[in-house]
């Protein structure tokens, strides 16, 4: 199940950003050395959980340049100055449509409900919290590395 949720996320992030964000995410078959993590500092954090026959949670960390950008595309002006609430209403956005485009594709059913998305500031984030995490896909930009997490458990074989 894992493996399809990780394909499923990479196909539904890739597509969303592309078409609502105007942004190339390139998924990575494995965690970039760290001398490719640049300057990536400061990042804006978003989780979202879900729940039904698959439920789980996922966290993203976007690099602050990256989450600027895709407000920018989403508002119609990447030149025009975003508000730290834009940037996370943005970011809550993103998120939502990325993992109901990814619970379209492992639950097409539609059995599973989605939480509501929380973005925050996460200066304390750091790609080292993360590089073990068997959950972990990360996707090149050209504002930096996107780092999502993803924790699923399977919720077919509960009895009412």
């Not at 394909?7 to 964000?21: G, N, P, Q």
Request: net charge negative.
């Amino acid at each position: 199940m894992e493996e399809a949720v990780r394909r499923a996320i990479a196909v539904s992030l890739a597509e969303v950003f592309e078409t609502m964000f105007f942004t190339l995410l390139e998924p990575l078959s494995a965690i970039p050395p760290r001398e490719e993590w640049g300057d990536e500092q400061d990042f804006v954090g978003a989780s979202l959980s879900f729940d039904g026959p698959v439920s789980g949670r996922l966290h993203f960390y976007l690099p602050r340049p990256l989450a600027r950008s895709i407000t920018g595309n989403f508002l119609g002006d990447a030149d025009v100055e975003v508000s730290e609430a834009q940037i996370f209403d943005t970011v809550r956005e993103a998120v939502n449509m990325a993992v109901g485009s990814m619970l379209g594709r492992i639950d097409p059913e539609g059995h599973c409900m989605l939480g509501i998305p929380e973005a925050y500031a996460a200066s304390d984030f750091s790609p080292e919290a993360v590089v073990a995490d068997l959950g972990l896909s990360v996707f090149k930009t050209g504002f930096g590395h996107l780092w999502v997490t993803c924790i699923v458990k399977s919720t077919e074989s509960r009895t009412a």
